[in-house]
C-alpha cells in the first residue's frame, strides 16, 4: 500500500478480493494467521477503502511496475546489516521483498491490498524464495509487529504515516537499517488533492527518528522543489 496518487480516501494512499490460489506462505491481519489457499477478508478489512481502491487497481493491471525494486532498497542492501528478518511496509507487489528473500533473509510483507499480496505471492513462488516470504494482510494504520520482534532492515516507499513511522522506526534491531521514502510538501503542485498530512515536512522524516538513531543519507530525489525524500539510517548498536 502505497500514498503515490492524489486520490484522497480514509487516511492513506500510494506512489504510484480475496485470494483463491495456495501457497506456502501465510497472510496474516493483526490477529489471525491464514494460509494463503484459505485466505478470508477481515471484517475491518472487508469495506477498507484503501484495499477496495488498490486491489482494484492491482487486478486491471494499471499499476505498471510490479517487482520493481527500489533504489532506497538497492542503497540499503549495499550497507552491512545484522542477521535477521526484513520488514517491507506498504510493499505492494514487492520487487524489493523478493530481492532480500533471493539473498536468503526472511522477509515480513505487509499491504492492506490482498490482490498486490497474492501477486508477490505468485512472483515468490516462480522465483524459489515463497518459503522466505510472509505477506501480512492488513492497515498500516492498525498493524504492529509482535511484541519484541525486530528488523534487520525496515523498509517503506511510498506511503507516510507519522505513527507508523514511529512504530516502524521502534522495530528496527540494534544496528539495523530503515529505509523510508515519501512525498514532500512540494508534491502538491502536481497533486493538490494530496493531503498535507501525508507529506514529509522540512527536516523530515530525519527530524522524527528516536535516539540512537544515526542518519546515513537523506536526499531529496528529482527536481527541485523535489517531491520525495529519502532516508536512510542506522540503529547503534
Known amino acids: 500500500m502505497r500514498r503515490s496518487d492524489s486520490s484522497p480516501s480514509r487516511r492513506s494512499s ?7 490460489t495456495s501457497s506456502r506462505l501465510a497472510c496474516r491481519s ?7 489457499g484459505s485466505l478470508s477478508v477481515q471484517d475491518d478489512l472487508g469495506t477498507n477503502r484503501d484495499r477496495l481502491r488498490w486491489n482494484e487497481r492491482y487486478a486491471s493491471g ?7 525494486v527500489r533504489p532506497l532498497a ?4 549495499a550497507l552491512p546489516m545484522p542477521a535477521g528478518p526484513a520488514l517491507d511496509l506498504a510493499a505492494g507487489p514487492s520487487g524489493s ?13 505487509v499491504d492492506v491490498s490482498d490482490v498486490a499480496l497474492d501477486l508477490l505471492r505468485t512472483e515468490a513462488q516462480r522465483r ?9 494482510h492488513a492497515d498500516l494504520l492498525s498493524w504492529r509487529p509482535a511484541v519484541g520482534r525486530v528488523y534487520a532492515l525496515v523498509l517503506c516507499t511510498g506511503y507516510f504515516d507519522r505513527a507508523v513511522f514511529t512504530v516502524a522506526a521502534g522495530a528496527v534491531a540494534a544496528g539495523g537499517l530503515l529505509g523510508w521514502e515519501a512525498f514532500t510538501l512540494a508534491a502538491r503542485r502536481d497533486r493538490p488533492r494530496l493531503p498535507a ?3 514529509l515536512r522540512p527536516g523530515e522524516p530525519a527530524s522524527l527518528l528516536p535516539s540512537g538513531f544515526e542518519v546515513i543519507s537523506q536526499d531529496d530525489v528529482g527536481e527541485q522543489p523535489a517531491a520525495r525524500r529519502r532516508l536512510l539510517a542506522r540503529r547503534r548498536l
Open 30 to 36: 493483526s490477529s489471525t494467521v491464514y494460509a494463503i
Open 14 to 20: 500510494r506512489f504510484c478480493g480475496t485470494a483463491s
Open 74 to 77: 538497492e542503497q540499503a542492501i
Open 62 to 68: 494499471a499499476y505498471a511496475e510490479p517487482f520493481t
Open 128 to 136: 524459489g524464495v515463497a518459503e522466505l516470504i510472509t505477506c501480512v
Open 197 to 199: 498530512e501525508w507529506c
Open 97 to 109: 521483498a523478493l530481492l532480500l528473500a533471493a539473498r536468503g533473509r526472511h522477509v515480513t510483507a
